[in-house]
C-alpha cells in the first residue's frame, strides 16, 4: 500500500454533518498527530477524512494517483448518500504526495478507477480549499526534509538510523529520477494553480518555517490572486511548522 486514508475519530460521518474535510496529513504522521485538527473540524460541525501519503508518492506519480482515487472512492460512497460541502486541507508535504493528484482526477486531467459522473460528483461539492504550511516547493531532497525535520517527527532529533536510512533512500531516489524532478514539478504548480476556481482558499503560514518557507507560500497565493482567486493569506511571525490551523483555533478562542 502506498498511503493510507480513514474516517477521523474512527467512525463514519454523522448523518448530520455540515460538510466533510479531506485532510491531506503531512508526510510520517500518525493518527495521535492529526487527532487535534479532526477534533477541530468536528467541533464544527464537520467530518473528516483523513489522508496519511507516504515517502515515494513524492517521487511515484502513479502511485500518489492510486492513493488519491481511494481517498475519492471513499468520499463518493458518503456523497452518494447525502452530496455535503466538501473542503481540501492540505498540510505540509501533502499537495505533492496525494492533493494534486485529487485536483487532477476529479479535472479530468488523468485518468482513474472512477466513472466520470462519480469525480463530477465530488466536483459539484467541492466548496473550498485550505493550506497550512504549504504548498512547498518540489525538490529532491523534499522527502528527506520532511521525515528527518524535528517538528514533523515530533522529537527533538531523529534517531540516526533513520536518517541513515532516509538520507540513503532519498540519494538512490536522486539517482533515478534527477531527469523527471523539473517535469513533475511543473506538473506539481501548473495542477494547484488551476484549482484557482475551487475557492475560496485560505493559506496558512508562518514567516520563520523552514520547510514551507514564506517565499514560496506567498507568491504562490500571489499567483492565484493574480489568476482571480478568492484567497486570504493568514501569516504569524513564528509558528512551529504544520500547526498554523491549531494557532488559528486557539487565536479565535482568546
Known amino acids: ?19 466533510v474535510v479531506v485532510m491531506f496529513a503531512w508526510l510520517s504522521s500518525q493518527e495521535r498527530h492529526v487527532r487535534a485538527y479532526v477534533e477541530l473540524y468536528a467541533a464544527r460541525g464537520w467530518a473528516c477524512l483523513v489522508c496519511h501519503s507516504d515517502f515515494p508518492t513524492l ?21 452518494k ?7 481540501f ?4 508535504g501533502g499537495p505533492k504526495g496525494c492533493t494534486y493528484k485529487v485536483l487532477q482526477l476529479i ?12 469525480y463530477q460528483l465530488v466536483r459539484d461539492c467541492l466548496c473550498g ?27 527533538s532529533e531523529p534517531p540516526r538510523v533513520l536518517s541513515w ?11 533515478l529520477f534527477i531527469n523527471k524532478f523539473e517535469e513533475q514539478r511543473k506538473d506539481y504548480w501548473e495542477t494547484l494553480y488551476s484549482s484557482v476556481n ?22 504562490f497565493a500571489k499567483r492565484l490572486l493574480e489568476l482571480g482567486g478568492d484567497v486570504n493569506l493568514v501569516k504569524w511571525h513564528s509558528s512551529p511548522h504544520a500547526t498554523t490551523s491549531i494557532t488559528l483555533r486557539n487565536t479565535e478562542l482568546r
Open 1 to 19: 500500500m502506498w498511503g493510507r486514508h480513514y474516517w477521523g475519530g474512527g467512525r463514519r460521518p454523522d448523518p448530520a454533518a455540515a460538510g
Open 81 to 87: 448518500i447525502r452530496p455535503v460541502p466538501v473542503a
Open 107 to 118: 479535472e479530468r486531467r488523468c485518468k482513474g478507477q472512477l466513472s466520470l459522473d462519480e
Open 129 to 155: 480549499q485550505m493550506y497550512d504550511s504549504s504548498p512547498v516547493d518540489f525538490v529532491s531532497d523534499l522527502g528527506t526534509r520532511f521525515l528527518l525535520d524535528p517538528s514533523v517527527l515530533k522529537m
Open 165 to 175: 536510512m532516509a538520507k540513503g533512500v532519498a540519494s538512490g531516489l536522486d539517482a
Open 198 to 219: 475551487v475557492g475560496p482558499i485560505l493559506i496558512l503560514c508562518s514567516e520563520d518555517d523552514q520547510l514551507a518557507p514564506y517565499s514560496v507560500v506567498e507568491n
Open 89 to 92: 486541507a492540505s498540510f505540509s
Open 59 to 79: 517521487f511515484f506519480p502513479e502511485k500518489a494517483a492510486m492513493l488519491a482515487d481511494r481517498v475519492l472512492g471513499e468520499l463518493v460512497k458518503e456523497l
